[in-house]
């Protein structure tokens, strides 16, 4: 037995994974344990303690433990970086150093954060290149023997960019865009200054574009253009920020802070930007279409350019930037790519499965055998925990057997209530994909307006996901795309949107997510059991959360639902619901 530890840590999203014969057996991000900060970068010690668990294994039996990102690479660039602005990147330069020196130190913090010993680690440590992990993730997961390659984001290891052949279980990289220029940086900058200046909230941005119109375009094309594969931000509105990434982390909490990415010119094309709790304006709204649509013309235009040097039918896409599920659309629309896979955890997160399979394969030279079909990794709750965190929060509850609970369930749906379903092992990634999701009726009246001011307590324009039954989806959606990880944005078929009115956002699309049986079987039998009471194959979709990462175990299940309007809480086999309420006290 071969044991690979994946970890992406002192970066983004930390994480780790466990693979065993090139297989993945279990898969979790820090965020989700302990503290729960969203996209904490710190020293990924409880994920780590986690996926050995649900592996039943232990320190001791695993073989090697990869990295998703490598400090030595690209080195050059980064000399020439130094060398051309040395005072501008002196703190870069100690940032870099300092991390270097928390991974030289790899087995005094498995042994200070996770208590091990050391005649218990007798592993050899791979680091792998930030984007070849991102690739890695994608490519080794997918079901292509080959595929061309593109993965792009903010930054990793000096680079924002990477376009790439993959053949069997070999990543040939062809090219690299090294940062300040990046798409990632352009987005995020962007959104800064419509006042999401947090870090991970692009995709909020994405989901206003749809209320604008795209009028900044011409103004667009001065900050951000592209030749080939090469893209690059004009330096006048979005300034080199490579001296600044000391800034990017607070050390003690792991919570990513971001500097301020644009500059005083942006405000001369643009005016002031705007306050994080002020009004949206309507051109607010524009920039947000504006810069959705320049970011996805800039793709088509690398696109193009990686199909011509490396043609195939089949596209494979990671890093932060491949979660814009409507640019994925696009794709799949407008160039010569037939297919695309991008795995779960596409973000930073997914480092650490790429360094791991980028071990087995390109390390140890194994053949592939492994395909990503699910994103139910995470970890899973027992009868005695739940039964436990029920009785402890005072909550009348009913435990049944599967046809009767996907009965009581899709009839309670179908009358227009919102639902907390908890199953199964937890989904790897951002995305709620039907083991930690509040469900409702995806054509109830008032359900999105309800749903956002009530429970997820946020912006009013956020769109929820349709989950479709994947032999459906012809008949609801203007595209015929698989999406098992929600990463694709399409169009709503005319006829189908009142149908869908809870799901289907201003510009008429959904974000899909597409359900097999043979994925998710649960879940795939609740909204077929919805589908014949209401004649609709797709059920209203959102992550189980309020402003925090996605819960995790019952405890923050069952605190989720009674802060909030959820009507009931399925966990497991065990129902309770607001009309049960709790048990009468019992008078002495």
């Known amino acids: 037995m071969s044991v690979i530890l994946g970890i992406n840590s002192f970066h983004t999203d930390s994480s780790a994974c466990i693979v065993v014969d090139g297989s993945l057996k279990a898969a979790i991000s820090e965020e989700r344990l302990g503290n729960r900060i969203k996209h904490v970068s710190c020293f990924p010690s409880l994920a780590v303690q986690k996926v050995l668990e649900l592996s039943n294994l232990t320190i001791k039996n695993v073989d090697w433990i990869a990295i998703g990102n490598n400090h030595n690479a690209n080195l050059y660039p980064k000399i020439a970086k130094v060398m051309s602005h040395p005072l501008r990147t002196v703190k870069g330069v100690v940032s870099h150093l300092k991390r270097r ?14 208590g ?51 053949q069997d279980n070999k990543i040939s990289v062809l090219d690299r865009v090294y940062i300040p220029d990046s798409l990632g940086l352009f987005y995020t900058a962007l959104c800064q200054f419509i006042g999401f200046d947090r870090f991970g909230e692009e995709y909020k941005v994405m989901g206003l574009s749809a209320f604008g119109r795209p009028s900044f375009m011409d103004l667009m094309g001065k900050i951000l253009s592209a030749s080939g594969f090469r893209y690059k931000l004009n ?15 607070a050390a003690e909490s792991g919570e990513i802070i971001i500097p301020a990415l644009f500059g005083d010119k942006l405000r001369e094309l643009f005016g002031e930007p705007r306050n994080r709790n002020g009004e949206f304006s309507q051109r607010d709204k524009d920039l947000a279409s504006s810069m959705q649509m320049k970011f996805e013309e800039i793709v088509m235009e690398c696109l193009k350019w990686l199909w011509k040097k490396a043609p195939s039918e089949n596209l ?6 491949a979660l814009n599920g409507v640019c994925n659309a696009r794709i799949l629309r407008e160039t010569s790519f037939k ?3 991008i ?11 790429g360094a791991a399979f980028y071990v087995w394969h390109e390390i140890l030279g194994k053949p592939r055998s492994f395909v990503m079909e699910h994103a139910y990794y995470g970890s899973e709750a027992r009868d005695v925990e739940i039964e436990k965190a029920l009785t402890e929060k005072g909550l009348n509850y009913e435990k049944l057997e599967t046809g009767p ?7 309670l749906l179908a009358k227009g209530q919102v639902v907390g379903w908890f199953q199964g092992r937890s989904e790897w990634g951002p995305r709620a994909l039907g083991n930690r999701s509040l469900l409702a009726h995806p054509g109830w009246p008032g359900m999105k307006d309800s749903i956002n001011k009530k429970i997820k307590r946020r912006e009013s324009f956020r769109p929820f996901a349709p989950s479709i039954l994947w032999e459906e989806v012809p008949n609801y959606f203007e595209q015929t795309i698989e999406s098992p990880f929600m990463m694709h944005v399409v169009k709503i078929r005319p006829e189908k949107r009142q149908a869908l009115s809870a799901v289907c956002h201003e510009d008429f699309t959904g974000r899909l997510h597409t359900v097999k049986r043979s994925q998710n079987t649960l879940y795939y039998d609740l909204i077929q059991n919805f589908f014949r009471r209401t004649g609709i194959p797709v059920l209203l979709n959102t992550s189980f959360n309020e402003n925090e990462p996605i819960v995790e175990t019952p405890e923050q299940a069952i605190a989720c639902y009674l802060r909030n309007d959820v009507d009931a809480l399925c966990i497991g086999s065990y129902l309770t619901s607001k009309e049960m309420g709790k048990p009468p006290l019992v008078q002495a």
Request: glycine fraction near 8%.
């Open 316 to 321: 494979i896409t990671a890093g932060g930037c």
């Open 116 to 166: 091990f010993y050391e005649d218990e680690c007798n592993f050899k440590i791979a680091r792998v290149e930030h984007h070849v992990s991102h690739l890695a993730s994608s490519f080794f997961c997918s079901p292509f023997n080959e595929a061309s390659g593109f993965s792009y984001d903010g930054s990793g290891d000096f680079v924002s960019g990477m376009y790439a052949r993959c």
């Open 339 to 341: 297919k695309s896979y």
């Open 405 to 411: 609970l996907l009965d009581k369930v899709a009839n």
């Open 101 to 114: 020196k928390k991974h030289r130190g790899l087995l005094e913090v498995l042994k200070s954060e996770c």
């Open 343 to 353: 795995q779960c955890a596409a973000s930073d997160d997914g480092t650490a499965i």
């Open 235 to 249: 330096r006048k509105f979005i300034p080199d920020i490579t001296g600044k990434t000391i800034d990017w982390t």
